[in-house]
């Protein structure tokens, strides 16, 4: 790290300690709006402060770029006003209309940035066109330069320190900030190019470098809105989350494993979820409704998700059909291993065995080869005993790359 992203670092830490209660407390909503307040603060005052720096110098040196320059400034200060507005939304806490909050809030303020960004990005390829077809006539002021560099120096902080803010806290609204500023450093930094490349060769390729980083600019914007919409659709459960929950749950004695996990997201560190836990069939219902209830108030104190809990009994005793569910997995395995079972039950008779359970297979599996993989497994598990038959739900599970959650 060079002395400059050190300074950066020491003052982003210097603003946070002294403007964030509980700074280090992030899973609290009050505390997740503070550092929103703080970026959206800090946010709309260097964009003052550049507007009103270059406005003033654009009078003075009679710069018609400079001072249109100063009010794209005060402009950018509206996606400091959209965060700030997000994030205290966000804040308010369930009620009638809304139970689960109303967290999503913070995404739809990033989902708007990532229209801004857009819209700087077409205005600039648009721009950039239009001095491809009619050159203008550069000219080159040291002023100008200094001014655009003091921009670019103030720009790059405020986007590092929403970057920084917003992966501290996870925060996609921040995040887009971020990736706005970094336009906006990108576009001033073309423009200097072009103005010291024209000084010195006396070729303008203004509207060239422009076209450039109004695409760049435009992916940039594509990336938060693909980001910010993902969760408002409602996206597969992380791995790292699926793990961690599985294992919560897992951990409790009574609780012989678990599957079928669903997150809803309703914004930041605000997650509904639901699990089926596998309990003994040999244990008194009420013992393990006990276990089940202490689960779910603990998941809320030390994972902070509202988390609800079905309840399947699964056999632990009986030899037989934990033989026959052996076979089984066994047989799965050979046939397909990113594909799994659960909730295995046997139905037992003299001339016929009915074998119950769920067949999880990846969601890119058309229903060809999911009808393919059922059929060569009871195949295989027939070949054991030609008086098993089969009741097969076949289903997906909820997490992205399952592949990786083993």
Known sequence: ??????????????????????????????????????????????????????????????????TADAFNNLSDAGSSIIS???????????????????????????LIVSFLVLEVGFTFLKDSIGKIQSPEVLRFQIVSVVILILSIGVKLWLGLFNRKLGERIDSKVMMAVFTDSMGDVLTTAATIFSLIFFRFTG????GITGIGVALVVMWAGVGIAKDTLEPLLGEAVDPEVYRKIKQFVERYDGIVGSHDLIVHNYGPNRSMASIHAEVPNTTDIEESHEVIDRIEREAMENLGIFLVVHMDPIEVSDENVLRIREQVNEAIKEIDTACTIHDFRVVDGTHQINLIFDLVVPREYDKEKQKDVEHRLCEKVKTYDKRYEFVVTVEHNFVANCSNIE
């Open 1 to 66: 790290m060079n002395e400059r992203e050190q300074a950066g670092g020491e003052m982003t830490e210097f603003l946070v300690r002294h403007f964030v209660k509980d700074y280090e407390h992030t899973e609290k909503v009050s505390v997740r709006t503070a550092y929103g307040v703080l970026a959206s603060i800090v946010g709309i005052f260097c964009n003052v402060f550049l507007f009103l720096v270059k406005f003033a110098v654009g009078l003075v040196i009679h710069s018609v770029s400079v």
């Open 84 to 110: 700030f507005v997000g994030v205290k939304l966000a804040e308010k806490p369930a009620d009638e209309e809304h139970p689960f909050g109303h967290g999503r809030m913070e995404y739809i303020a990033a």
């Open 203 to 206: 070729i303008n390729i203004d």
